[in-house]
Nanobody, 128 residues
């Protein structure tokens, strides 16, 4: 059974940085995509950044571009999200998610529906 466990959330002032980590386990074949999504109160869950494990291509949602970095250590089965220049609008629950869907790496951010495995989430709060 695939398990994703996030850690590293917390509270930070605007302009600060946080790094989230996601430890993956329990899979018998490698996932095709892994990455980060977030959900703010009263809003729909949205993509932040994901990586295609087959090609190494990284996808970033517009609010993440230039500020967030995704990285992955295959041996440690861990994915990190480094968040810089944080803004109050980045406040949300952040989720790690994995997809085993055979999506073509088309250059478009993979749809959230393709991600069937989710962590429990870690809260990020950015104060102004």
């Amino acid at each position: 059974q695939v398990q994703l466990v996030e850690s590293g959330g917390g509270s930070v002032q605007a302009g600060g940085s946080l790094t989230l980590s996601c430890a993956a386990s329990g899979y018998t074949r490698i996932y095709n995509y892994i990455g980060w999504f977030r959900q703010a109160p009263g809003k729909e869950r949205e993509g932040v950044t994901v990586i295609c494990t087959r090609t190494g291509r990284m996808y970033f949602a517009e609010p993440s571009k230039g500020r967030f970095v995704i990285s992955r250590n295959v041996a440690k089965n861990t994915v990190w999200l480094q968040m810089n220049s944080l803004k109050p609008e980045d406040t949300a629950m952040y989720y790690c998610a994995a997809s085993f869907s055979d999506l073509v790496d088309s250059g478009l951010f993979p749809p959230i529906a393709a991600f069937g495995y989710w962590g429990q989430g870690t809260q990020v709060t950015v104060s102004s």
